[in-house]
């Protein structure tokens, strides 16, 4: 039997929220997937973001809080 895989090449915004210190850069570069709660910290939606923009959100995060990651289908 072979297993049908189904492969989105568009990672995912995956955000360690212990880590996180609300500094929001994530949401200045990827205003379209990210906004800020009341507290500043990361709210996530808007579908999945462009590789490039999420890159330079990863790199830019100063806690190092922010990940490119997968989900499952
Ligand atoms: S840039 Fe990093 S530390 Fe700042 S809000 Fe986003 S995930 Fe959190």
Known sequence: ???????????????????CTGHGVCAAVLPDQVSLDEW????????RPDPELLTA??????????????TAP
Request: net charge positive; proline share 10%; glycine share 12%.
């Open 1 to 19: 039997m072979t297993a049908a895989v189904t492969r989105n090449p568009i990672p995912a915004i995956v955000i360690d929220r212990i880590a």
């Open 40 to 47: 500043g910290y990361p709210v996530v939606g808007g579908g």
């Open 57 to 70: 959100a990863v790199r830019l995060c100063p806690a190092r809080a922010l990940l490119a990651g997968r």
